[in-house]
Each structure stands twice: as C-alpha cells, then as structure tokens.
C-alpha cells in the first residue's frame, strides 16, 4: 500500500482568532498538512489534487468539534483511515471526481456508497467500481462479466455501524494538529 507523503485535514477556525479584520466575523479555512520529512503538522491556505479523492467528515470524539474533513487519495488509503482512525466519528465520505472519471466538463462532488474491488479468476486483470448517490464508475480492464473474486473496501452501511475507536493517550494541546492523523504517535 502506497502512502501519500502527506496526509490532508481541513479545519475553519475564526479569523479574529489569529489576526484582526475591521468590521469581519468571517471564518477561515486552514488546509492542515502532515510533513513526513519534518515529521510535524504544518498549515497552508491552498493545496492542489490531482486524480479522485475521498473527502470523510469527521467529528471530534474528545471535544465534539465538527468542522473538519480529512481528505484522502485513494480507496485503499480510505480503507486504511476508516479502520485505523481514533478519536474521531466519521458521518459521510464523498468521492471527488474530476472530469476524466465522470465524463463531464467540471469536477463533481458525489456521496459514497460503495466501493468494491474485483479480481479476475481466469485472467490477470483487476477493477475497482465506485458507486456514489449519482452513478457508479468503473477503472480497470476487467470485464465485470466474467469470473471474478470481490472485496468489499468501502460500504455507507458498513460506516453507520462502524464503533469510532478512541486513542489511549490524550493529545497535546497544541496548533497545529490533526485530529486523526495517519502516522504513528
């Protein structure tokens, strides 16, 4: 499994806060990034994606807090996040779709309900289908009509009857932080 050199978060907190704006109660938006070279959590107020991504809401275990989504590259990493992810509840996961997958003129932004993996059993050829609120979309060579094994990487439902796990150490209060980050503590 790949692993993305960094792992996104994004977080509104208010302006006032960190700098003075005349006349404004305006919220900003902080894209948090983790640095696996410096191994620390750094801010920035723009990041660019490239390919579908995953976008999961998240809510704070600890402190209830629901303004952030992590945002996360691909279905196996989406995987990975949902069954390790502590402190966290996670509500709703979209699919990001750019217009190479969806095959419309913009990019769309369409909730998961489920992703699935096939394997071909009498040929070397392999498929993911993703199913969101508005279409399914298929990337792989595998014809879905022949013998095929599946894996089931995502399901909504399976995401309602998920128990959010919670983190044995406590946090440092500290900005700026992650609140389910994917590297180890």
């Known amino acids: 499994m790949r692993h993305p050199k960094y792992c996104y978060s994004i977080y509104s ?5 960190y700098w003075t704006l005349s006349g404004t109660t305006s919220e900003r938006s902080v894209i948090f990034l983790f640095d696996r070279k410096h191994k620390e959590v750094r801010t920035w107020t ?3 994606i490239e390919g579908l991504c ?16 992590a945002v996360v590259e691909c279905a196996y ?56 609120s508005v279409a399914s979309y298929k990337l792989g060579e595998l014809d879905l009509r022949k013998r095929k094994r599946s ?4 399901s909504a439902s399976h995401l309602e009857q998920d128990l959010p796990k919670i983190s044995d150490t406590l946090s440092e209060d500290t900005y700026p932080q992650m609140l389910a980050p994917l590297w180890v503590r």
């Open 151 to 154: 894996r089931i990487l995502f």
């Open 77 to 132: 990493e989406l995987r990975h996040y949902l069954l390790t992810a502590e402190d966290v509840v996670v509500r709703h996961v979209h699919m990001m779709c750019p217009p190479s997958i969806s095959g419309r003129s913009a990019w769309a932004l369409e909730e998961l309900e489920s992703i699935v993996a096939f394997t071909g059993v009498d040929v070397d050829q392999s498929a993911v289908l993703y199913r969101t």
């Open 54 to 69: 995953f976008i999961a809401t998240i809510t704070s275990m600890r402190t209830g807090q629901q303004n952030r989504a």
């Open 46 to 48: 723009h990041c660019e």
């Open 13 to 17: 907190l208010p302006l006032q806060q």
